[in-house]
């Protein structure tokens, strides 16, 4: 079975802080990884993805995550939040079903928080 | 987001009543997911789709059945509506299984009082 662990719920950060969320994943197969942005009353929206090759994932908005096998870790980072990163973060891993099939599973969430 | 769309994208009805939940794509993609959003939950995957006609369960699949007679449409049913089953639905697809992620539609409010 594979999980997701995001480790805070909420980060409150000041603008042009860096900020890092935390993702942990449980899994003895290979995986694939992503970080998903949902800004508020809106659906879910791809922010970046790890399939292979380099650890390091970068976002066209600045936002990267480093594939750490041996820590099963996949964290969030940005150097400088702006207002407008306000938003729910969310970690997910594809997870493989014991009858073979795939699908997405999510961690819980974390609501990053800029203020002025 | 442009190519799928979910309907109703609010509602509210009565415990015990059946509801069926919409979920169109227009992108021709395989593969189709219902999950459930819920405080501290993050998303919690409902049932999914492989194809027309070819569906399976997720984690909370009790309480929903699924249907998929044509590539674009992707029903959701909550048999007999209860409390607990208030929530925010996301439908969302994939081109691939593994690769590509996935898009979300803007989300079905439901309200079960």
């Known amino acids: 079975a594979q999980s997701v662990t995001q480790l805070d719920s909420q980060v409150p950060v000041f603008e042009e802080a860096p900020v890092e969320l935390r993702c942990n994943y449980s899994s003895s197969v290979s995986v694939y990884l992503f970080w998903y942005v949902q800004y508020p009353n809106q659906g879910l929206q791809l922010l970046l993805k790890y399939l292979s090759g380099s650890t390091l994932v970068e976002s066209i908005n600045g936002f990267e995550a480093e594939f750490n096998k041996s820590q099963t870790s996949f964290h969030l980072r940005k150097p400088s939040v702006h207002i407008s990163d306000t938003a729910e973060y969310f970690c997910?891993?594809?997870?493989?079903?014991?009858?073979?099939?795939?699908?997405?599973?999510f961690g819980s969430g974390t609501r990053l928080q800029v203020q002025p | 987001d442009a190519g799928i769309t979910q309907s109703p994208r609010h509602k509210v009805t009565e415990t015990g009543t059946p509801v069926t939940l919409r979920c169109h794509q227009t992108?021709?993609?395989?593969?189709m997911y219902w999950y459930r959003q819920d405080p501290g939950h993050g998303l919690r995957l409902i049932h999914y789709?492989?194809?027309?006609?070819?569906?399976d369960k997720g984690e909370v699949s009790d309480g929903y059945s699924v249907s998929r007679s044509k590539t674009e449409d992707f029903l959701l049913t909550l048999e007999s509506a209860t409390s607990s089953q208030t929530s925010v639905y996301f439908c969302?697809?994939?081109?691939?299984?593994?690769?590509?992620?996935?898009?979300f539609g803007s989300g079905t409010r439901l309200t079960v009082v």
């Open positions: 992108e021709n993609h395989r593969y």
């Open positions: 969302a697809i994939s081109e691939s299984i593994a690769n590509y992620g996935y898009t």
């Open positions: 997910a891993v594809n997870h493989q079903s014991d009858t073979g099939r795939r699908a997405l599973t």
């Open positions: 789709s492989y194809g027309v006609k070819d569906t």
